[in-house]
Structures are given as structure tokens and as C-alpha cells.
């Protein structure tokens, strides 16, 4: 009787062959195609799903989880949801370190998939004890059986997008994506896409995208760590203060900074125009490409794959809500007006 339900076992089975979606008001006015693979179809709604799958299977695979284990991480939201939802399933507790600088919406989120959230200040460097990287250290060495997820310089993080990701584009754009355009974290996602597609043709560009505010431009440039270089920004899960062993530097071609205010609004405008509920770094993400086609990087056949790593819906109370657009000084006069027009 069974056998005749259609359904997947569990939300686990939903991860992963996310959509490629062409651009296609979006990019009316740039030289090329330009197609989104859009995370947020996950069922976590991010691209973190897909690491959390694999780092804890991995672990499995290993014996190095058994039953009631803990699993402790450090994350800027997404990451800490996925591995919230993988530990669930799965039975594991999930004890999670994150930046205040996440958006109570994304903290709430953690603790509504069972997580423990401890908030640690986001302008403190890593090495400082009340960063998120050094409490998530201490609470995986105080808690026993625990295993630390430790993203930013895991392995297994890019293998993830490796191993799935970079063979999805590859087969959606039948082989005839010839640049890659994504956001720069752990550096994750666009390492292991960027190996593998370069494994299947190696005159793929692959361009990272980077905040004003991070040193990761600078680094895969001079190769140095310029400390001058970190200063605060608002988008979350984008940049860096600090080297990630997760990124392969070696895999990317150029990175690309993007201001918060563009791409804030560029986000809204994905939005508006494409019906792709669009988070802040999908925002980042079609902004540095604007930049990149100002620049003339495209010709007309350039079939252009950005990632959009996740969903709008993250995002309410910051580049969705008028109030906090208008609070960070990105709304002028005119746009103000024009939203409280339209409310009337
Ligand atoms: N966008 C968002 C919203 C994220 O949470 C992250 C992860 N930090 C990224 C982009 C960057 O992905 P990665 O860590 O794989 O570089």
C-alpha cells in the first residue's frame, strides 16, 4: 500500500537540484543571458542545506556521530537553519554561536527548528573570546560527544557544492555556461562549483563577489591579509574578516565588491521584476553583475550563471521594510515619498 504514496520520506530527500530561472527584465539592458540558480528552493530555502546534508553524512559515514550527539557551529543564520533542520531529523542537538549582527528573524528561525542560539557581538575580531568562532571553539570542547562543524575552514564545505552544485549547472546549461558569478563566505559555494566546472572546461570565468569591508578581494589579489581593509557592513553572509580555509582562491578568477545600499535595492529589484523572492546576497549578486557588464565583460553569447543563495522572506525587518532602508540613510527623499504615496 505504501509503495503507491508518491512522497519523499522525509524534507531531507528535497535537497539540492534546485532551479536554474532565466533573468530576464532584470537583465534587459546587459550585453548576454543571464540565468539565476535559485537556492532558495531548498527546503531550509538556502544553499547551506546542501553542506549541512553533507558534512553530517559525512560524519555518519565516518562513526563519528551516534546517537544524541551534539553538533556546534558558528553561522551567520543560514547555515545554523540547515543544520537546525539536518540535526532534527536526524536526532542530533544543534548548538549554534551567531553574529548579532543577524536579523532577529533568522535568529528566531534557529530556535523555531529546535536549535540552542547563543548571539555574540559581530565588530569584535576573530580571535577575541566573545567572537562567535571562539564561543563556538569553547562550547564544542565543554560539551561531550559534540562534533564542530567549523565551516569556514572545512573541507567537506566545498565538496558539498562540488559534488552537487557545480554537475547541476553543468547539466542545466548543457554545458554552455562560460562564467560563473557568486558570493564569496566560507567561499564554499564558489570554490567547489567553480572546481568542478572547470574540470569539465577550464575557459569558464568564475568571479567571486565581495563587500566593501572584507578582505577576501584584496587577499586573492596581493595575498595578503590587509587589516586595514575590514571595517563594518550590513549584508550578512558575504565577505570576510578573516581567510577562509574553505576557499580555494586558486578556483576564482576576480573578485568584485558591492556596496550595501545597491545591493540592497538591487535585491528589491529582482524582486519586483523577476517574482524571485530575492535575499540581501542575491541582491549582491545581480548588482556585481550590472558592474561587471559596465565593465564589458559580457559578449551577446555569454550564457551568465549567477547564484542566488536564498530567500527574501529572511529579510523582512532589514532591505524589505521601508523603515530600516530609510534608518541606513538608502531611501532619498523622492523613493520615500513615492512608498508612502502608495500606501495611501
Ligand atoms: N549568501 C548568504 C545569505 C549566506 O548566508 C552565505 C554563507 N555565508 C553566502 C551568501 C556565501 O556562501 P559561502 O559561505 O558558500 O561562500
Redesign the pocket.
Known amino acids: 500500500m505504501g509503495d503507491k504514496i508518491n512522497a519523499c520520506n522525509n524534507v531531507l530527500e528535497l535537497i539540492g537540484n534546485t532551479p536554474l530561472v532565466k533573468l530576464n527584465k532584470i537583465s534587459e539592458n546587459l550585453t548576454g543571458n543571464f540565468y539565476a540558480k535559485v537556492e532558495a528552493f531548498n527546503p531550509g530555502h ?3 542545506d546542501r ?1 549541512a546534508l553533507h558534512i553530517i553524512e559525512e560524519a555518519e559515514r565516518k562513526g563519528i556521530l551516534t546517537e544524541g550527539s551534539t553538533i556546534v557551529e558558528t ?5 545554523g537553519f540547515s543544520i537546525a533542520m539536518v540535526s532534527m531529523i536526524k536526532g542530533y542537538d544543534c548548538i549554534l554561536a551567531v553574529s548579532s549582527k543577524s536579523s532577529p528573524d533568522k535568529i528566531d528561525m534557529l530556535r523555531s527548528m529546535g536549535a540552542k542560539v547563543y548571539v555574540c557581538p559581530a565588530h569584535v575580531s576573530a580571535d577575541d573570546p566573545r567572537s562567535y568562532y571562539q564561543v563556538a571553539k569553547r562550547l564544542h570542547e565543554e560539551t561531550k560527544g559534540s562534533i564542530y562543524i567549523n ?2 575552514f572545512n573541507e567537506l ?1 566545498m565538496e558539498a ?1 562540488y559534488k552537487t552544485t557545480g554537475p547541476e549547472i553543468w547539466e542545466q546549461t548543457n554545458g554552455n555556461i562560460t562564467h560563473l558569478v ?11 562549483t567553480s572546481r568542478f566546472l572547470k574540470e569539465q572546461n577550464p575557459d569558464i570565468e568564475v568571479i567571486g563577489v565581495d563587500a566593501f569591508g572584507s578582505v577576501l578581494k584584496k587577499y586573492h589579489e596581493t595575498g595578503e591579509l590587509d587589516t586595514d581593509e575590514i571595517y563594518p557592513y550590513r ?4 565577505g570576510k574578516n578573516l581567510i ?1 580555509g ?2 580555494d582562491f586558486g578556483a576564482i578568477d576576480g573578485f568584485i565588491k558591492v556596496t550595501d545600499e545597491e545591493s540592497a535595492h538591487t535585491a528589491r529589484e529582482i524582486s519586483k521584476t523577476e517574482g524571485i523572492f530575492a ?4 541582491g ?1 549578486v545581480m548588482q556585481a553583475t550590472k558592474q561587471l557588464d559596465a565593465e564589458g565583460k559580457f559578449g551577446k553569447d555569454s550564457n551568465v550563471v549567477l ?1 542566488f ?2 530567500h527574501g522572506s ?1 529579510y523582512m525587518s532589514k532591505i524589505y521594510s521601508d523603515q530600516w532602508m530609510e534608518d541606513q540613510g538608502f531611501l532619498n527623499n523622492s523613493s520615500v515619498e513615492e512608498t508612502q504615496q502608495i500606501q495611501v
Open positions: 538556502s544553499a547551506k553542506i553561522t551567520s543564520g543560514n547555515t565551516q569556514y564545505n557544492h557568486a558570493c564569496s563566505g566560507t567561499g564554499g559555494t564558489i570554490s567547489g549584508i550578512e553572509g558575504l577562509p574553505a576557499t535575499g540581501y546576497t542575491c549582491a547564484i543563495p536564498d529572511r
